[in-house]
């Protein structure tokens, strides 16, 4: 598998993982979704709208027009599960648009990201890898404190096994996506 490939598997799995998380937590009530919790944010839509902001931050980056600090500002830019989760597809399809275009010189290219006191520099490959991290980071705390909900939090530790049961499990969601197996895999 070429570098290429696999980040465009990881943007398949992140969209695909984020879609299953924000579907438990549209099963939530407003009142459960900003309650109180143990994490580093201190609800769970808190940390939605932190998974969101910095795709944000970081797809801009990658697409070479960085919006910087305008990405957390507000801070909670979507109080509403509906449309936190139309803006995160939406982020989740610019970063597979972004990742299907990769090639090896584009891997190896600068990305700029303005920073309070200075502008980062990284290559892209090494911002991808940090932002699929960062999402799998907050997105195990969102899981986490599901456990304290009423729902129950989603299986979201797969990464598509070819397994024909395994297939079967995720053909729903892959539905709705509208994501196939050969467009992820050929």
Not at 90 to 101: F, P, Q
Request: contains cysteine; charged residues 25%.
């Amino acid at each position: 598998m070429t570098p290429q490939r696999y980040l465009l598997a990881q943007a398949y799995n992140n969209a695909w993982a984020n879609h299953r998380l924000l579907n438990a937590c549209r099963m939530l009530s407003p009142e459960e979704l900003a309650a109180p919790r143990v994490s580093f944010f201190p609800s769970i839509i808190h940390t939605l709208n932190h998974i969101l902001t910095v795709d944000w931050l970081y797809i801009s980056a990658l697409e070479g027009d960085c919006i910087g600090s305008a990405a957390f500002e507000p801070e909670i830019p979507f109080s509403r599960i509906v449309d936190l989760e139309r803006e995160q597809r939406a982020a989740d399809r610019r970063l597979i648009d972004h990742c299907r275009l990769l090639d090896r010189e584009m891997l190896l290219a600068e990305v700029h990201i303005p920073r309070k006191s200075h502008v980062q520099v990284e290559r892209t490959d090494r911002i991808l890898l940090h932002l699929f991290q960062h999402q799998i980071h907050h997105r195990g705390q969102i899981h986490a404190m599901l456990s304290g909900t009423s729902v129950a939090p989603p299986q979201l530790d797969e990464f598509f096994p070819a397994d024909p049961a395994e297939r079967a499990l995720r053909r729903a969601d892959f539905l709705e996506l509208g994501f196939t197996e050969e467009l992820i895999w050929d």
